[in-house]
């Protein structure tokens, strides 16, 4: 399988270079040139399969032969060491629980793929390779925790000092071995900009074979559409169904479209977002407006300039109205979040997280019109990683997950550095 770059089609390269590179030199994004539809035996027996062989086939289909299938096989159970259970919590509300991984967030799913295929491509090589990430709290503890072990790789997370959470920072300065924690003096921005910074050094790439973890590598998509087969065979049914995202960079939502282009029988999508509503906007206006991101309780979401729009709009191949009309958007304020948190949790008794409360409420809300639709929505973080809100809303505090329980009672490992390249970079170089 060859990948394209979303900007440019005639520009087509490996699996190892798309993972390598990240981002086409053209500043595209890579996709796969052809996304195989499945057969219908494979949705006939789609139930009786694991979550394992699903994502095997899953992978097979994307990856085709470029990896030899006990490589694969390796990948994919490094991957899928955890399950997603489908929860329903009202009569055709289904929720996706994708937080049940050694982070508690869904972004476990693509930093593990990550890991798997960095590591295997390592391994064909003497040199190791540096893997750099720059996080505001949850990608940077899903990559490290990924990649811990991984042999022939080293992870280097930035962070800015003070700005994460004590859960999040303890996720990633606690582990050791391949992976250094950087408490950077600043913002988040500058951790980014000094990341970006390396790999425009001449010095640096001369000397270490350097990647980005971030949410722009396929890689990281590609797990993530196993998930929506695996939800479609735990519901048990034949009918088409409603699929509901919370979004903010659109990573999710483009695995989801991947997977309907692979067969998966869904009739529509909802993009559901919190105030940073930019493609909700555009589902209405058709009017691509990025802007910087406001804050919000559901933090993940904050999101000013979707990095993953130009895949889905690829996905659709430029037709805007083929988009528009099959994936609806709803914006929803903290007030809304938080309200819909306090009334499932006394009324059904189930903890949503922000993140998973907006998919919720998306998903009701365009079930008030296709009233007898079977719905499904993404639960992408446990809700005891958002204490201080989830507790405000349902009135009690829920306790740690024993997964999180253990991160906090390790040691905080970490080198404070100003924001200036120079340091850095002399640090990579040491
Ligand atoms: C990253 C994240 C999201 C947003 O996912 P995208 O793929 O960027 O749209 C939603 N919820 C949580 C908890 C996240 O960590």
Do not use: W
């Not at 900007?7 to 996709?31: C, T, W, Y």
């Not at 809303?393 to 120079?422: C, N, Q, V, Y």
């Amino acid at each position: 399988m060859k990948y394209y770059s979303t900007n440019n089609k005639a520009i087509k390269v490996s699996l190892r270079e798309a993972v390598m590179q990240g981002l086409a030199p053209d500043n595209g994004l890579f996709m796969p040139e052809v996304i195989p539809q499945f057969s219908s035996d494979f949705f006939k027996s789609l139930q009786k399969k694991s979550f394992q062989q699903i994502a095997l086939e899953v992978t097979q289909n994307l990856i085709g032969i470029d990896l030899h299938t006990k490589d694969l096989e390796r990948i994919v159970s490094h991957t899928i060491q955890f399950d997603a259970p489908l929860i329903e919590i009202e009569k055709n509300i289904h929720s996706l629980e994708l937080f049940h991984g050694p982070t508690s967030a869904f972004k476990d799913f693509g930093a593990r793929f990550l890991s798997g295929l960095l590591g295997h491509f390592a391994s064909q090589q003497n040199e190791e390779i540096t893997i750099l990430v720059a996080t505001s709290g949850d990608t940077g503890s899903a990559v490290a925790n990924g990649f811990l072990n991984v042999p022939g790789t080293n992870v280097i997370v930035l962070y800015p000092s003070g700005k994460v959470s004590a859960v999040q920072e303890k996720q990633f300065t606690t582990l050791g071995g391949n992976v250094r924690a950087i408490e950077v003096d600043g913002t988040f921005d500058d951790c980014q900009r000094l990341v970006k910074q390396c790999f425009s050094d001449k010095v640096l790439n001369t000397k270490l074979v350097l990647t980005s973890a971030n949410s722009i590598n396929i890689a990281r998509l590609i797990p993530q559409s196993f998930y929506y087969f695996y939800a479609y065979a735990q519901l048990k049914t034949e009918r088409q169904i409603i699929v509901s995202v919370p979004s903010g960079n659109f990573g999710n939502l483009t695995a989801g479209l991947m997977a309907r282009r692979m067969g998966l029988p869904v009739k529509h999508f909802v993009a559901a977002t919190n105030t940073n509503d930019i493609v909700p906007e555009y589902l209405k206006t058709h009017r691509f407006n990025p802007r910087p991101s406001v804050q919000t309780i559901s933090n993940a979401m904050d999101v000013g300039n979707p990095s993953n729009f130009f895949r889905i709009v690829d996905l659709f191949d430029g037709n805007v109205n083929d988009l528009t009309n099959f994936i609806t958007g709803y914006s929803f304020t903290d007030q809304q979040t938080t309200d819909v948190m306090k009334k499932i949790y006394k009324e059904k008794k189930y903890v949503l997280d922000p993140h998973g409360a907006i998919g919720y409420l998306g998903l009701k809300e365009y079930l008030r019109m296709n009233s007898k639709e079977i719905g499904v929505f993404l639960e992408t973080a446990h809700p005891a990683k958002f204490q201080d809100v989830v507790s405000t809303a349902i009135g009690e505090s829920i306790p740690l997950p024993p997964t999180l329980e253990k991160f906090m009672a390790g040691k905080k490992l970490s080198t404070r550095m100003s924001k200036e390249f120079e340091d850095f970079k002399s640090f990579l170089l040491n």
